[in-house]
């Protein structure tokens, strides 16, 4: 009896940092299957229409619109989020500030089973009489205010309860993060000794604070649509649809850089260690970063250009999306600079992350058609945006917790995962999410509306249907990758190489405690003498200098 | 000790930052919608109390100050109690006011369904009377453990419950005066 409670607090109900942070990744890995197979039944119905769907029966168009909108729902609030913020912040944040845990351990417990909860709550909406929301993931009224427009009774409703859910969870780690940032390093972590990954996953968190309220405001107001109909968004009812996109897209904007900046913090750990340099440009990369921080609160309606908002609304709109590229390009040159000269060793870590920066680079480069208002009045609403946002999203989200799972691995499970397995999990992973998402930049500049059920139905989409085909077939060939990616993550945990405490020989202070660490983290409290990028230094017989070492 | 109730306090201060935002979010939704109605109140609709709100936020406001009081005298080391049941007592009249007006507008006609006039009103107040709520059972909470426990209580609690109930209060004048007075 005693036993199979120590049990529970140990891994189920645990206020230990780490449990809490590998908890968000594997409930987030699974999550992540979910929106998978979601992608995989509506990528098969836009190459095969009307076909029935091995796995799954035929596609009914209702369905097909509540695949798509669970699928885009899933991807950003139950898989990048959790795995990217809440997961490897929670393992690492604590560790890496030298902590011994987060400010308020209760609190964190607390936010995972929150999170849990809006999960089964979001699962659930599948169940419910009329099934999930069609109304794609942005929940545009007066499509979503009115159940008559969708036929959508429950799902709506249960869609925003859910995403409420997650957001109050989110809420408690950001307030954790920066609490524990401010208040609990180690001696000697000053603010410019914190690794970028903390800076990032804090300025993250912030963003996220301030950018959440006014949508939670839109989602009250749009439950009282759904549930009283009293018409807010309603122009009928003097209520006003287009309010509702610009609460959404205030938050809507920002979250793209709340998942963005923790992914671009494990690149950062990840390029150094395994370049042997230290980081090009650490302040300019922080600067920047806040500058970005600030300004995303002022780009949101670039995503409205064509629904009718003012054109002189529109052109400064416009003016500071262009801006905000120019504080990530200043990253994303740090970061090549990095890596130039150094003396590159090509772990599975190192070529998920490289592939993050050069595919990234392109979904990065194609966003400026998309906030170029002239272009964007032709490519809005195409697959050529869908193509674009994945090919940002991609790699944030998945190529990114590769990188970082096979990177920290060793720390959280003491044993290493299996490199050959890694490296062909990684080339197939790489290369068949381009032949899964070029495509669609050609079906987009050709016409495609993204929210068609069936393209063969259109006279000028005939001849393009080649390139759904080809795009259906990549998805297939990149869910197949994964089943490597499980069983490796499985057998390693319990039969892989045994890790030693610093088995790539980094700097951060994560890497001075035992692998795994028990509660509590570091054996002796950590004393902080150096920044965390001290790689190849002159006169030093080893090429690395962990944070402790005096100078 | 002294050090985790700073981090506590830094703890609430992010969170009423999220919420200032959240307020913020609702209360320029209400100014969308209130500039592209031509007739406000619309014809038929009662207008939102003005006078009797009035009076009401005097008495949030008066709990505002008795809660300075109250802690003023904790750190003093005098009798804070009475004070403390003071603000508890102007909080909730604040609250039963607030309902019995709901009801008073239902009477008259204001009700939800298609009612984008009404609707406002009831979400913009009802989320602060919300707060107003949870900002109540902090400060009921603390009253009871001190009772309870017939010594005085840690200076570090009440200062939270102080920093969240200012917030709560010095909210209320810009919905008062966007929704009633303007
Ligand atoms: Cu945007």
Known sequence: MSKKQSFLTKYIFSQDHKVVGVQYMILGLLMALVGGYLAYVFRYQLAYPNQSIPGYGVLEADKYNSAVTMHGTIMVFWVAMPILLSGFGNYLLPLMVGAKDMAFPKLNMLSFWVFFVSALTLISSFFVPEGAVGGGWTTYPPLMANPGFTGVGWGAPLWILAVALEFASMLMSGINFLTTTITMRAKGMTFFRMPLFVWMANVASLIFMFSVGPLIAGALMLLADQLFAVGFFLPEKGGDPLLFQHLFWFFGHPEVYVLLLPALGIVAEIITVFSRKSIFGYKMIIYSVLVAGVLSFLVWAHHQFVSGIDPRIAAPFGLTTILISVPFAITMFAYIASLWGGQVRFSTAMLFAISMIVEFLLGGVTGILNGATASDIYMHDTYFVVAHFHYTLFPIVFLTSFAGIYFWFPKIFGRFMNETWGKIHFWITAISANFVFLPLFFVGIAGNHRRIYDPSLFEHLKDFQYLHVISTIGLFVLIGAQVPFILNFFISMFKGKKATENPWEANTLEWQAPSPPGHGNFITDPVVHRWPYDYSLENTEKDWCPQTEAI | ?182
């Open chain 2, 1 to 182: 000790m002294e050090n985790k109730s700073k981090t506590k306090l830094l703890a609430l201060i992010l969170f009423i930052a999220s919420e200032i935002m959240f307020f913020a979010g609702l209360l320029s939704a209400y100014w969308v919608i209130r500039s592209q109605i031509p007739n406000w109140p619309p014809p038929g609709q009662p207008r939102y109390p003005l006078e009797v709100t009035a009076f009401n936020s005097i008495i949030l406001f008066s709990s505002l100050a008795t809660l300075w009081m109250a802690e003023k005298k904790l750190s003093l080391k005098r009798n804070y109690l009475s004070w403390l049941i003071v603000t508890v007592a102007a909080g909730s009249c604040f609250l039963i006011i607030q309902g019995v007006e709901w009801f008073r507008l239902i009477q008259q006609g204001m009700g939800l369904i298609g009612n984008v006039y009404g609707g406002l009103f009831y979400v913009v107040v009802g989320v602060h009377a919300l707060h107003v709520a949870a900002g109540l059972s902090v400060l009921i909470y603390l009253l009871l453990k001190s009772l309870k426990m017939k010594t005085a209580m840690e200076s570090d609690s009440l200062q939270l419950g102080k920093v969240y109930w200012a917030f709560v209060v010095l909210l209320w004048p810009f919905i008062y005066v966007g929704l009633y007075v303007i």
